[in-house]
């Protein structure tokens, strides 16, 4: 199993290697120093608007609970994002997933921890990849965001207790109405959760429906408080 090194000596031999090899923004390959960004293009970055629904993160009109919400209440009680998943954010998200940009997992997991109160949860849990879509991918996205965000804050991480029991068509592909059934059962998760406030990590919310399903697993595990942390948080517009 490869080691995670402490953050503190991470951040040195980053400073030392930006000193030697200076480092470029991924968005507009200005110098970037010791950062994936450049100021500038981290200042114009799409941060997620004030007035949100507290539970699910869509726009309101004063921040008051969606109609969605409202109507059938999730399992989860909070959603944290700092981004709204819109461009470049959009494109610095698929940069991890698809062209294996790893070092961006530890940049969004930094941006969430900025936000995330750590004796607020007990126990980081990383949204699951079915295991033919990580044996094709490689690495878990969700599970490299919630490991930096474990080196920032300490919160206890456990990559391996939920799992992905049902492959399902990819959610982009679907109507928003058939989403929710398509993850419905697709989730498991092993141990027991009784009295624990969980962070659930993954890297973009759209519908929820995936999200969604996992936190019910989860509270039916006896999970006593259920807040979800994702980079991105796409907007119905």
Not at 40 to 52: I, K
Not at 101 to 106: D, F, G, I, S, V
Not at 177 to 183: C, D, L, P, S, W
Request: net charge positive.
């Amino acid at each position: 199993m490869m080691s995670i090194l402490p953050q503190a000596l991470r951040d040195t031999l980053g400073a030392l290697a930006c000193k030697v090899l200076p480092g470029s923004c991924l968005l507009c390959a200005a110098d970037s120093a010791n950062s994936l960004l450049c100021p500038a293009c981290t200042g114009d970055l799409p941060r997620q608007a004030t007035t949100v629904c507290p539970q699910c993160a869509i726009e309101t009109p004063l921040g008051e609970r969606c109609g969605t919400c409202l109507k059938s209440s999730p399992a989860f009680a909070r959603t944290i994002a700092p981004f709204r998943y819109e461009f470049p954010v959009d494109r610095l998200i698929q940069a991890l997933k698809y062209d294996h940009r790893l070092p961006l997992a530890n940049w969004f997991g930094a941006r969430l921890s900025e936000q995330i109160a750590a004796d607020e949860h007990d126990l980081l849990l990383p949204l699951p990849l079915h295991p033919s879509r990580l044996q094709d991918r490689g690495f878990n996205q969700s599970a490299e965001i919630a490991r930096s965000i474990h080196s920032r804050l300490g919160i206890p991480i456990n990559v391996d207790c939920l799992i992905r029991i049902r492959a399902t068509p990819p959610q982009a592909a679907l109507p928003l109405k058939e989403r929710a059934k398509n993850v419905r059962g697709a989730f498991e998760c092993t141990i027991d959760l009784s009295g624990k406030r969980i962070l659930l990590v993954d890297d973009v919310m759209t519908t929820g429906a995936t999200l969604g399903e996992c936190a019910r697993i989860i509270e039916l595990h006896g999970a006593a408080q259920i807040t979800l942390a994702v980079a991105a948080r796409a907007q119905r517009h």
